[in-house]
């Protein structure tokens, strides 16, 4: 532990130990609840899973999901991750780097504790990809128990199945 303290103030003495690590992680700077209106105009990284891919002609949107919740990530094609993205299957597992940017009025989603911003990538590295999947993850469908038992692993990361075990925790 006082290697860390030790580090952290010669790189920065401004920053705290656990400031000097959340900034220094490998994959992300913050979760995927974490961003709102208050940090339009970072340059963040974020890391998580495909959770929904929308195409919009020229505009790809990627809901991109970890433990914590969700991030809307937008491609355009001034962007160099959308031919990255357009070539990825949901739940492959991707580390963004972008700017966090304000959603119209209009395009605030009150549902998401993220709903107020977006964010433009500007790259991606995948840190896994994922092939067809034998069921879907997003989405609500009830799968016969054998089904669900057998890809255990992918029902684990189901919305309501998550928050069960969050619930329960």
Known sequence: MRGHRLLAAAISPALSTAEWKEQMHAFRTHNCSALNARDVGQTVRLSGWIHRKRDHGGVLFVDLRDHYGITQIVADSDSPALALFESLRVESVVTIDGDVKARDAESVNPNLPTGEIEVFARSCTVQSSADEL??????????????????????????????NMMLRS
């Open 134 to 163: 034998p069921m879907p993850v997003a989405g609500e469908q009830d799968y016969p128990e054998d089904i669900r038992l057998k890809y255990r692993y992918l029902d684990l990361r189901r919305e309501q199945v998550h928050a």
